[in-house]
Antibody, heavy 116, light 110 residues
Framework: EVQLVESGGGLVQPGGSLRLSCAAS????????MSWVRQAPGKGLEWVAN????????YYVDSVKGRFTISRDNAKNSLYLQMNSLRAEDTAVYYC?????????WGQGTLVTVSS | QSVLTQPPSASGTPGQRVTISCSGS????????VYWYQQLPGTAPKLLIY???QRPSGVPDRFSGSKSGTSASLAISGLRSEDEADYYC???????????FGGGTKLTVL
């Protein structure tokens, strides 16, 4: 059974940092592009970042460039999102998903709240 | 503001056929595949249609997708109460170098 389990969310003050993790199992993690997608409360889906199978290519939505860093560890079947200089508008449920635009599997999401 | 445009809401009665539209541009739908995701209340999104009109294993054939030019649509036939959900279209955007989602359509089964 495919599982993607996110962790690391929580309450953080504006300007602060958080590191999200996503543990994958049940599929060949190293064969897939991986993505982070977020959903602000009551809003739609927004792609945040993705990373190639070997980590050699990474892409970001403009609003997080220079603040967020996506990475992966294929030996640990894990995906990460380092989030710095957080803003109120980054408040959302963050999902990890397998794929780049065809997102076959999704985690249950982790809530990030940026507030003072 | 989403680059892909969907109607915010749609509705139908059980057994009816409903369609949801998704409008884009030459840099996304016009030159790339379209994907549809279903998000049931309180759950994570799920891939419903890939590569314009393909269904993943387990998705009923009541769901179908189509694309023409810079627009796409999702059709749901034989509407059931469990189809009540938010539906999102998505496509790669060559200008953004990333995928973009539509704003989502909330489907209500009356």
């Amino acid at each position: 059974e495919v599982q993607l389990v996110e962790s690391g969310g929580g309450l953080v003050q504006p300007g602060g940092s958080l590191r999200l993790s996503c543990a994958a199992s049940g599929f060949t993690f190293s064969s897939y592009w991986m993505s982070w997608v977020r959903q602000a409360p009551g809003k739609g889906l927004e792609w945040v970042a993705n990373i190639k199978q070997d980590g050699s290519e990474k892409y970001y939505v403009d609003s997080v460039k220079g603040r967020f860093t996506i990475s992966r560890d294929n030996a640990k079947n894990s995906l990460y999102l380092q989030m710095n200089s957080l803003r109120a508008e980054d408040t959302a449920v963050y999902y990890c998903a397998s794929g780049d635009v065809q997102l076959d599997y999704w985690g249950q999401g982790t809530l990030v709240t940026v507030s003072s | 503001q989403s680059v892909l445009t969907q109607p915010p809401s749609a509705s139908g009665t059980p057994g009816q056929r409903v369609t949801i539209s998704c409008s884009g541009s030459s840099s996304n739908i016009g030159s790339n595949y379209v994907y549809w995701y279903q998000q049931l209340p309180g759950t994570a999104p799920k891939l419903l249609i890939y590569r314009n009109n393909q269904r993943p294993s387990g998705v009923p054939d009541r769901f179908s997708g189509s694309k023409s030019g810079t627009s796409a649509s999702l059709a749901i036939s034989g509407l059931r109460s469990e189809d009540e959900a938010d539906y999102y279209c998505a496509a790669w955007d060559d200008s953004l170098s990333g995928p973009i989602f539509g704003g989502g359509t909330k489907l209500t089964v009356l």
